[in-house]
């Protein structure tokens, strides 16, 4: 059962690249629930497009189509999907801080305050109304800083807001909603649900080029979580505020908000050159500005908060082998250049916005398909693979000269991770490991 479906990408006029589709005696049969970038990947694969309901090999679905028919669906051994069952401890905001607390408690009480220390990367965050008394604690303590509310299961920057004062966030409900605890009977009436909130300390010292914001949308595949299996993609962007930062004004949102359905709506918005640099640029920027030994740092804190977050839900992850995610994580730099979570999506945007924007999703989309090996290509043992290096297999995935010759030294860096290299030496090397793991299977 298909969600609601994105703009088509064939409106902007933008033709995808068709490849010639692999030799195989089985015709792979997909179905895909969106209409833009990954449809078009689909179906430059060569594959058949499924007609029947139930028919098919390879599903690219919405959660909806998770929450309402998985449990119900029968799958062949072969056949994938694009989600697991409860992808949403990890994408729900507050299942998401819920499992980073519970997995500091468990590392401080197994190996002492200073490994926990490490999951310092997410801002203080509270549940509201469930947790509202003790945020007013910690608020009362902490006079004159500014916080952010955010909806738990909207996205686009839907329904956020940021205030300073308890009263700012009185119209959040319009009766008294502080009164209503999850295990109170009072919610067995038959009043609506309050909606649940977060509200997190927010971050009021970004790091800012050009007197403006921005954050870091970054690409993580984990192609099963028994044993936890994860790869990082090499590309991505920073998308920059609209609007030079500042605090003077907490109501403008295209101060505060970096994404692009909040900054693409801004009077002085340029369609053509938007709001967002490749990983590359910024990368280049950042050591340009602060030397390699920070960047590279900061570099390192950024795996360590895709290990730490998927470790905290790998225990309550449902695994199937049938499935997989695509994860957009959004992580934010403060002025130190010390990398901050701000959430995680089950479903980042594969619209593009732009023609680099499309051509970027492609590569992203088509490598993803290639690691999901439909067509049995590979042999298992990879540690790259087009723009994504495998960076966690049941342990930490230590470098080799897999990465190409114009990538960025990395000589400090024991595992392997690229984020923010040159991937222009991509086709050549995915040729080069298809050919590898041909003769590989044949000896």
Known sequence: MAGKKDAKSSTLNWKPVLRKPFDNSRVIRFKCSLQNTSLDVLRSKGWSEARDENDWDFYWCDVG???????????????????????????????????????????????????????????????????????????????????????????????????????????????????????????????????????????????????RKFDLRIYVLVTSYSPLCVWLYREGFARFSNTRYSLDSIDDSYVHLTNVAIQKTAPDYDPEKGCKWSLQQLRQYLVAKNGVPKVETALREIDNIIIKSLHAVQKVMINDKHCFELYGYDIMFDNNLKPWLIEVNASPSLTASSQTDYELKFRLLEDVLYIIDMENRLTGREKRVGGFDLIWNDNPVSMDDSCGADCIPQPSYPTNTFLGCCNTDREKQIKQVLKAAQTTKKG
């Open 65 to 211: 189509w998770m929450r309402e028919s998985f449990d119900h669906t029968y799958m062949d051994e072969h056949v994938k999907i694009s989600h697991f069952r409860n992808h949403y401890e990890l994408t729900r905001k507050n299942l998401m801080i819920k499992n980073l607390k519970r997995l500091k408690k468990q590392i401080e009480r197994e190996s002492g305050k200073a490994e926990a220390a490490k999951c310092d990367f997410y801002p203080s965050t509270f549940e509201l109304p469930m947790e509202y008394h003790i945020f007013v604690e910690e608020f009362k303590r902490n006079p004159g800083t500014t916080w952010i509310m955010k909806p738990i299961a909207k996205s686009q920057g839907k329904g956020i807001f940021l205030f300073r004062k308890l009263k700012d966030i009185m119209d959040w409900r319009k009766e008294d909603p502080y009164r209503a605890q999850i295990a109170d009977e009072r919610q067995k009436d038959d009043k609506e649900p309050v909606e649940t909130y977060i509200v997190q300390r927010y971050i009021e010292n970004p790091y800012v080029i050009g007197g």
